[in-house]
């Protein structure tokens, strides 16, 4: 597979402040990389960096095989950007804003209003065509600048916070659309975003970036992988666990960690086999058991982990 | 910046775009109307109805103020053309230079700290728009509207001029041949001037009113002085007209050009 995106050492400051330090990463075509961080961390500068709009002052990156700082106006024909406040002139109306756009990218005449119609259709923004987008919410402006950042149908998008302000039946309209574009279109999408569990859905690969340094990258079962040994697993015992069953529990070979839930008891064991002999165990100890079921940690776990990781190492 | 030829196509999409939406601010468009309407018809109205009265207004301890080449061909008309020709023909001349001036500056502030201002700018950046068809598109957004502007409100000035002061004068008496040199050479270099300092302080401003405040209130007036002062010699003589408006030209296009080789995505995007 071609590499989509290849950043590699890629640095940036701006003054006496450290925007980005050394970011190296690849993605593949149809890949959505979810890039995650605090505020500060990174995350626009690296979205800029990566389309062009920004020079590095080290490293560099390669995007659908383009250097962005001497190839930028090529790439950025091929790419699109939701920026993370929509950017629309609020003095135009939305088709208008579309329409701007839609000739900058060459989209002109019958083509290009073709394209605005199907797009405004799309987003559900037909009827509101004509107003101003002034009197727009939140979540009209976020639908129509996603509208403008697919006119032109680009092969890797950057999406900055897509879905804040959006209600949750559009949240879900987006995430589907952004998962239909990587899987069933081939497009690459950076997706920077606060909100774990919609980067969980759709992100195949995540990347943390703290403080303009990348602290992690990779699939989030591969980053699990490497944060935790063995296997972390719900038993549902109806209740939550008593002193002395924990102790039991705690006590067999094979388990590394237990804390009670409302339910009854999380354990790490080492594989499925502890699973499986810490069942029977408490079976033949006369203990209820319901269920037991392994949990696959989720990006926001691996997420969390990872920063504590970071202030843990900080404090050290 | 490229080297290549300009994108027409694109620099149409941004003129448009920005002058779509300056259109429909009124708090843009009312003052680039009233005040050309108020200096270029209404101020040469009241002055030609002052000179048709009965009443003559004598001008002649005024005119013995000012520089005698100024002042010798007023002083040479009939006692009740002195007014008209004082004013409309002479005076006005640095107020209209006003009309330019702000026209676009106005314009060129929302045009470039507008876009900041408007959290726009970085869409903007977004898109595949060369540096340079950019930069051009900004300008012309402001250059070319203040000219036209300048030159309706100039013709405008004409008709009300020659009309009201008709029956005192009996003749057509603007334009002048240094009139001419003011409309078509001077004014268009006071709007690239205007437009080169609110280029380079756009750069810097994070808002239109703060561009304005910077570039309106202290380095525009200071301009207007100047180019005012020197208006009157303006009037003297053709020649000096020519170079003072090629003095204007000269230092609106060094601004320009000092302003295009800050205009780069790399530091538009910086200050985000």
Redesign the interface.
């Known amino acids: 597979m071609n590499a989509a995106i290849e950043a590699h050492e890629l640095s940036r400051t701006?003054g006496p402040t450290v925007a980005l330090d050394g970011l190296s990463f690849e993605l593949q075509a149809g890949e959505v990389l979810a890039l995650l961080g605090p505020n500060g961390a990174g995350k626009t500068t690296t979205v800029?960096l990566l389309?062009?709009?920004?020079?590095p002052d080290r490293g560099g990156a390669r995007v659908l095989g383009l250097d962005p700082v001497t190839d930028?106006?090529?790439l950025?024909?091929r790419?699109g950007?939701l920026?993370e406040?929509?950017?629309?002139?609020?003095?135009?109306t939305a088709r208008?804003n579309l329409t701007?756009?839609a000739?900058?990218?060459?989209l002109?005449g019958r083509d290009g209003e073709r394209r605005v119609d199907e797009l405004l259709g799309r987003f559900g923004m037909s009827d509101r065509a004509g107003d101003?987008v002034q009197g727009f919410s939140t979540g009209q402006r976020k639908r129509l600048?996603l509208a403008?950042a697919l006119l032109h149908d680009p092969e890797v998008l950057?999406l900055d916070e897509p879905t804040s302000g959006l209600d949750p039946a559009a949240t879900r309209d987006v995430i589907d659309l952004i998962g239909s574009l990587a899987t069933e279109h081939g497009r690459t999408v950076v997706l920077c975003t606060h909100f774990l569990p919609e980067a969980g859905r759709l992100a195949h690969r995540m990347a943390v970036l703290h403080g303009g340094h990348l602290e992690a990258f990779g699939r989030p079962d591969e980053l699990a992988a490497e944060l935790w040994d063995g296997l972390e697993a719900d038993v549902d015992l109806g209740a939550p666990i008593d002193d002395r069953t924990t102790a039991l529990v705690a006590a067999l070979d094979g388990v590394t960690a237990a804390t009670a839930t409302a339910d009854g008891v999380r354990v790490r064991v080492r594989d499925r086999e502890v699973l499986a002999a810490l069942v029977a165990l408490l079976v033949g100890r006369e203990v209820p058991v319901y269920g037991a079921v392994p949990r696959v940690p989720t990006l926001e776990d691996v997420y969390f982990a990872i920063e504590e990781r970071k202030e843990r190492d900080r404090g050290a | 910046m490229a080297r290549e030829r300009l994108h027409w196509?694109?620099i149409?999409?941004?003129m448009?775009?920005d002058l779509?939406?300056?259109g429909?601010?009124k708090a843009i468009v009312l003052p680039m109307l009233i005040v050309p309407f108020l200096m270029l018809v209404v101020l040469p109205t009241v002055i030609g109805l002052a000179a048709r009265s009965q009443t003559n207004i004598d001008v002649s301890r005024f005119l013995s103020n000012i520089p005698g080449d100024l002042a010798r061909p007023i002083l040479r008309l009939p006692v009740r053309e002195q007014l008209i020709v004082l004013v409309n023909g002479y005076l006005l001349a640095p107020l209209f230079l006003i009309v330019p001036l702000m026209v676009s500056a106005v314009l060129a502030a929302d045009a470039f700290a507008g876009e900041k201002e408007?959290?726009?700018?970085?869409?903007?950046?977004?898109?595949?728009?060369?540096e340079r068809d950019l930069f051009v598109a900004k300008l012309l957004t402001a250059f070319v509207p203040a000219v036209l502007l300048s030159w309706i409100g100039f013709v405008c000035f004409a008709l009300v001029t020659n009309t009201v002061a008709w029956p005192v004068m009996h003749r057509i008496f603007v334009p002048t041949k240094l009139w001419l040199v003011m409309i078509f050479w001077v004014a268009p270099g006071v709007a690239a001037l205007g437009l080169g300092v609110m280029v380079r302080v756009s750069a810097r401003a994070r808002t239109t009113q703060e561009a304005n405040q910077l570039g309106g209130a202290v380095i525009l007036p200071l301009i207007f002085l100047a180019v005012g002062q020197a208006s009157g010699l303006l009037l003297v003589d053709i020649w000096i007209a020519l170079v003072v408006g090629a003095f204007v030209w000269v230092i609106a296009v060094w601004l320009c050009s000092r302003g295009a080789h800050r205009f780069t995505?790399?530091q538009l995007?910086?200050r985000l």
């Open positions: 701006f800029r389309n062009g709009v920004l020079r930028g106006e090529a950025r024909r790419t950007v920026t406040n929509a950017g629309l002139d609020d003095r135009l208008e701007f756009v000739r900058i990218r060459g002109e101003k600048a403008r950057f | 196509p694109s149409r999409a941004v448009r775009k779509s939406a300056v429909r601010s408007r959290r726009t700018l970085e869409s903007l950046l977004h898109l595949p728009i060369a995505r790399d995007a910086a």
